[in-house]
Structures are given as C-alpha cells and as structure tokens.
C-alpha cells in the first residue's frame, strides 16, 4: 500500500487464519465425553458372556473412560494456551505495526510502545511447558495402571480408586487451566481496548472515523467459579472451560470486526483497492485433523 507499516497490519490481516481462529464448542463436547464414553461402553466395558447370554458389565474395564478422557483433556489443555499464546504473538506484531503507521505520520509513539509491549504475557509459555509435563506423567501413569490391572486380577473396588484419581485430575487441570485462560483473556482484551483507545485518540484527524476496538470481556469475580467447583466435587470444571471457550471466540471475533474495520480507512487512505485472505493451512496428519476439528 505504499507505506511498510501499512503492509506489515495488512499481512497481520491477510495471514490471521495462522494464528488466530474460533474454537469449536460442539467438537469439545464431543471429544470432552460423548465420544469417548460412547466408544469405551461399546467396546470395552460392555461385553456379551456366551455362557449366560447376556451383557455384563464390567467395573475394572470402566477405568479405561477417564484413563482414556484424561489423555484428551490434557493435550486440550495445552491446544487452548497454545492457541493463546500464538494469538498474542500475532496480536503484539498487531498493533506495533498499527504504532509504525503511527509514527509515519509524526505522531509520538512512546506510549503505544509501551502498550503494544503489554499485549505480551511471558508465562504463557511456561504454562505450555508444565502442562507438556503432565500430559507425559498422564500417559506414562496410564500405561502403568493398564499394565498392572492386565498382569494382576485386581477386583472392581480396588479398580476405583486410579478411576477416581484420574476424574479429580481432569477436573483440577480444567478449572487450573480455564481460569488461567479467563484472566489472561480478561486482561489482554482490556488492554487491546486500551491500545485501540490511544491508537485512535492519536489517528483521529488522520483516519476520520475510527473507534477504539469494542471490549464485551466484562470484569467478572473469579471466587464463585472456585466455589462452584468444589461445591460440584470438581464437576462444574467442564462447564467453566466450555464457557471461557466461549469468552475466547468472543475477544477473537471483536479483534478480527476491529482491525476490518481500521484496515479499510488505512486502504482507503492509502489508496488500495482490494485484498485477498490467504485460508488457513491445516497440513496433513492426526495433529493437523485435531486442529480442523477444533480451531
């Protein structure tokens, strides 16, 4: 478009489908229990006896569904901070181009800077490392439970207690993880608000019409959704990600309506005329259909 900020915000745009997406809260469903419950009771818990004609029901093969489910939850987990983190990779290049385009019309710049600097939360990654260590302590300590109940005939009350452990993992990683999420989203959604606010304060003369970017992340308390976790025994967790899912699109579509709408006053200043989105690129491979699924 002439200018090398402007380009740099327009490529931000056209290559957002990288980086960015809306999470699929019908394929967490199913892949959270419907899916997994369904194939475990099929397959492995119920099973027909010849002797007596009849299905029978086994309780040390029913630890399988949260051995099972636990895998999946955890690598969710680390696909949802994942998914964060790469979001304010993207976001940071954002708005320091956007504070480029700035400052090639001489505005000062120092405290969008500053500001674009604070799109960034470094434990982000951190979070990923240690939840990388538990989805490979989760898959080893399966494997050691499935192996000691085939080598040894362990009756149905002694197969609930690593069914019982492995279920209050899950819910503990769910809440850990969905109220991590929901502060970081919180907070990195007010303070995009605030750089757009400043962005647009300084740009108004130079792109008539633009507005700060509009924030629908309300300020909520966090201390009813760890009461309701325990009040649940753990259960409300499943509920609570589902619903910071849900807050995660919300951020995600308010952003992409945002830089729509700040990218056609910089083309029509600039003088373009037209732009192509490049489509997202899954790739092949499970890992490449996990991301189809649910980004």
């Not at 290559?15 to 019908?26: A, H």
């Not at 290049?93 to 385009?101: G, I, V």
């Not at 990923?128 to 040894?152: G, H, Q, R, W, Y």
């Not at 649940?232 to 709408?261: C, D, K, P």
Request: charged content about 20%.
């Amino acid at each position: 478009m002439g200018r090398e900020s402007a380009d740099r915000f327009l490529n931000c745009v056209m290559m957002r489908s990288v980086s960015d997406g809306i999470i699929s809260i019908w394929s967490m469903i199913l892949m959270m229990g419907v899916l997994p419950l369904v194939f475990v009771l099929m397959f492995l818990v119920i099973s027909f006896d010849p002797s007596q004609q009849v299905f029978v029901f086994d309780l040390k093969r029913f630890v399988v569904i949260p051995i099972f489910i636990g895998i999946i939850a955890t690598f969710f987990a680390y696909s949802m901070v994942n998914f964060f983190d790469k979001h304010q990779h993207r976001d940071k290049e954002w708005a320091e181009s956007l504070t480029d385009y700035a400052k090639d019309y001489g505005h000062d710049n120092i405290m969008l800077d500053r500001m674009s600097d604070m799109l960034m939360f470094g434990h982000a990654r951190t979070m990923k490392l240690v939840l990388m260590v538990v989805f490979i302590i989760i898959i080893v300590s399966d494997a050691m439970i499935c192996f000691l109940m085939e080598i040894n005939d362990i009756d149905s009350e002694a197969a609930i207690l690593p069914m019982s452990l492995m279920t209050l993992l899950i819910f503990v990683e769910y809440q850990v993880v969905g109220l991590y999420m929901f502060l970081v989203i919180r907070k990195h959604d007010l303070r995009q608000f605030a750089f757009t606010e400043q962005f647009s304060m300084i740009m108004s003369e130079d792109l008539p019409g633009i507005k700060p970017m509009d924030t629908r992340v309300k300020r909520r308390r966090i201390w009813p959704h760890v009461i309701l976790f325990f009040i649940t025994l753990g259960a409300y967790s499943m509920l609570f990600i589902l619903w910071v899912a849900l807050i995660n699109n919300l951020h995600v579509q308010r952003q992409w309506t945002y830089e729509e709408r700040v990218l056609k006053l910089i083309m029509d200043k600039e003088g373009a005329t037209g732009i192509e989105v490049i489509n997202k690129d899954y790739g092949k491979g499970i890992i490449a259909l996990w991301k189809r699924m649910f980004f």
